[in-house]
C-alpha cells in the first residue's frame, strides 16, 4: 500500500478523474465530496492560513482511498497559535456529509495508513476537527479506532440534525401525506399568486442564466437578512466566488439544479440546490421580502418538490437545521457528528471535563463548541 501527500495546487487539480470515480465506488459518495466541490472550495477560500493536505493511498496502481484534509492555522483566543487538521469544504461555504473516501473493504487499511502517516507528521500540526460526518460512517468509525491505537484521544461531539424528504413515486401520494391544513394552504397560496400575476418557473440549464442571474440571486438572498440587521451568508466575497464557480462546474456535470420563480417577468425567489444520484440537495433559499405577503417561497419550495417528484428522485436533503417548515413538508431526522482528535491525554481529560462542565451548565446535552448552521430561510 502507498501513501502519496498532496500540497500543491496543480497536483490538486490533476486529481479530478480519479477522485471522482473513487468516489462513485465508495458508500460516501455525495455532491460535497467530488472534485467539483472539493477543489472550487480550495480555490474560493485559497489563503495562507490554509495548507492543502491530502493523502491518497493506491495499491499497485489501483486508488484505494483519498483524506481529503487541509491544515488549517489559526490563534485560539486571537493569541495561541493552533494547527488543526480539517476537511476540505467544511469551513465557511458549510459542506456536509464529508467523509473519508475509501473503497468498500479497505475501511480498516485505510484508518491505519492516515493514522501511521499522521503520527509520523505528529510535530506539524497541534489537533484534528473533522465534520461534519455522517453518524455511522464505516470510514470514520474505522479512523476513530486507530486514533484510539495510537493513544489520542478522540471525542465525538455535537451531534447534528439533518432532516431529509422522502419522495414518492408520483405527487398525488404526497399530497396525501401532508396535512390537511398545510395542502390547503400550498393551494391557497399557489392560486392566489396566479390569479394576480403572470409566474414562471425555471430550471437553470445554460451558462448564460448563470451568468445574468447569479448576482440577482446573491442580491436577493442578502436584502432578507439585511433587512433584520444580519451579515447574510454572501457578505463574504468569497461565498460568492465559491457559488459562481461551483454553478458552471456543476452546471457542466448537468448536477446543478437551480430553481426560480419569475413573477411578471422579474426573478422574484431562487431555490439553490444539487441533483446528484436520485437526490436534491437545498442549498440556500433566496427571495424578495417585498413578495413575502404572497408566500412566493413556499410556491417556489413546493414547485421544487414537484419537479423532484416528476424527475425519479428519491428524497430531498434538507442538510444541518431543524427549522419547522422541513417537518411541516414530511422531513425525517438523520444525523451528522464532529470528530476531535488530541493527541496529548491530559490534555484530552481537561478538555473532557470542560465538556461536562458546560453541559452540566447548560443542563442538557450540548457539546462545548456550538453546532454551525448555514444561514436558512423560512419558505
Not at 467544511?90 to 473503497?103: K, Q, R, T
Request: aromatic content about 12%; overall charge neutral.
Amino acid at each position: 500500500m502507498e501513501t502519496t501527500l498532496i500540497t500543491k495546487d496543480q497536483a490538486f487539480y490533476r486529481m479530478r478523474e480519479s477522485w471522482d470515480a473513487l468516489l462513485a465506488s465508495s458508500h460516501a459518495d455525495n455532491p460535497f465530496l467530488t472534485w467539483e466541490w472539493a477543489y472550487t472550495w480550495w480555490q474560493a477560500m485559497q489563503d495562507p492560513d490554509h495548507e492543502l493536505h491530502i493523502l491518497y493511498l493506491s495499491e499497485k496502481g489501483k486508488w484505494i482511498g483519498i483524506a481529503p484534509f487541509v491544515i488549517h492555522h489559526q490563534r485560539l483566543a486571537g493569541l495561541i497559535p493552533r494547527r488543526r487538521i480539517e476537511f476540505i469544504g467544511a469551513e465557511l461555504m458549510s459542506g456536509e456529509h464529508l467523509d473519508l473516501i475509501v473503497l468498500p473493504g479497505y475501511e480498516d487499511e485505510m484508518g491505519r495508513q492516515i493514522v501511521s502517516h499522521l503520527y509520523r507528521m505528529r510535530k506539524s500540526w497541534d489537533d484534528i476537527e473533522l465534520y461534519p460526518f455522517p453518524e455511522f460512517s464505516s470510514t470514520m468509525n474505522s479512523f476513530e479506532k486507530q486514533c484510539l491505537a495510537a493513544e489520542w484521544v478522540p471525542m465525538r461531539c455535537n451531534r447534528h440534525t439533518c432532516p431529509v424528504l422522502p419522495l414518492p413515486a408520483d405527487l398525488e401520494n404526497y399530497k396525501q401525506n401532508l396535512t390537511p391544513h398545510l395542502a390547503k394552504k400550498i393551494d391557497y397560496e399557489r392560486r392566489r399568486l396566479l390569479r394576480r400575476h403572470s409566474t414562471k418557473f425555471e430550471r437553470w440549464s445554460q451558462l448564460e442564466q448563470i451568468e445574468t442571474e447569479i448576482d440577482r440571486f446573491f442580491d436577493l438572498h442578502q436584502k432578507k437578512w439585511l433587512q433584520e440587521g444580519k451579515n447574510g451568508a454572501f457578505a463574504d466575497p468569497r461565498k460568492r466566488l465559491f457559488y459562481e464557480i461551483l454553478s458552471r462546474r456543476m452546471l457542466e456535470k448537468n448536477w446543478l439544479a437551480m430553481h426560480s420563480l419569475r413573477i411578471d417577468g422579474e426573478p422574484i425567489a431562487y431555490n439553490y440546490g444539487l441533483e446528484y444520484h436520485n437526490r436534491f440537495y437545498g442549498l440556500q433559499m433566496a427571495y424578495d421580502p417585498e413578495w413575502k405577503k404572497l408566500s412566493v417561497g413556499w410556491v417556489l419550495l413546493y414547485k421544487t418538490i414537484e419537479n423532484c417528484i416528476e424527475n425519479g428522485l428519491q428524497e430531498i436533503d434538507t442538510l444541518i437545521g431543524t427549522e419547522p417548515w422541513k417537518y411541516e413538508l414530511g422531513s425525517q431526522n438523520r444525523h451528522a457528528m464532529r470528530l476531535l482528535v488530541l493527541q496529548s491525554k491530559p490534555l484530552g481529560r481537561s478538555y473532557a471535563q470542560l465538556v461536562r462542565a458546560k453541559r452540566k451548565m447548560l443542563g442538557r446535552h450540548h457539546s462545548l463548541q456550538p453546532a454551525e448552521t448555514e444561514e436558512t430561510l423560512h419558505p
